[in-house]
């Protein structure tokens, strides 16, 4: 089955290589997507021997089959994400994210405490939510 994921560092560092022989390190406020596409062993560790890695993974499977495997990725800087959303990842690659293979949108956003945003879409998918505490 192809999938894309995206993993989103939240502190520390993420090292990953692949079949391909593609590696590569991601770091904190950093996101990578990784479309599976038609096949490929990837392996994610900690890129660090004394701290650790925080990140968040999510997994969509796409709209399209058959295409090749490919990586992308880009930092979301805490300064862009503060009391704001962020597009992350979309379709089209809008606003510059990161593209994927589905009529989805990742947002991230940093808050402040008693601060509010928006959801800049009509409808939102139910989905398990987590929100998180940065330290």
Not at 1 to 21: E, F, N, P, R, T
Not at 100 to 110: G, L, M, S, T
Request: charged fraction near 25%.
């Amino acid at each position: 089955m192809s999938i894309d994921i995206l993993s989103y560092v939240l502190s520390g560092a993420l090292s990953h290589k692949d079949s391909q022989g593609n590696t590569g390190v991601i770091r904190n406020d950093d996101v990578q997507r990784m479309s599976a596409g038609t096949g490929i062993m990837h392996s994610e560790f900690n890129a660090s021997k004394t701290e650790p890695v925080h990140f968040l993974q999510i997994w969509i499977v796409p709209d399209k089959r058959g295409v090749a495997p490919r990586y992308e990725d880009r930092s979301f800087p805490i300064r862009e994400r503060k009391n704001s959303l962020v597009l992350l990842a979309s379709p089209d690659g809008a606003e510059g994210s990161l593209t994927i293979y589905q009529d989805a949108r990742a947002y991230a956003a940093v808050l402040d405490a008693g601060a509010e945003v928006t959801l800049p879409v009509a409808r939102v998918a139910e989905c398990g939510c987590r929100w998180l505490k940065e330290h």
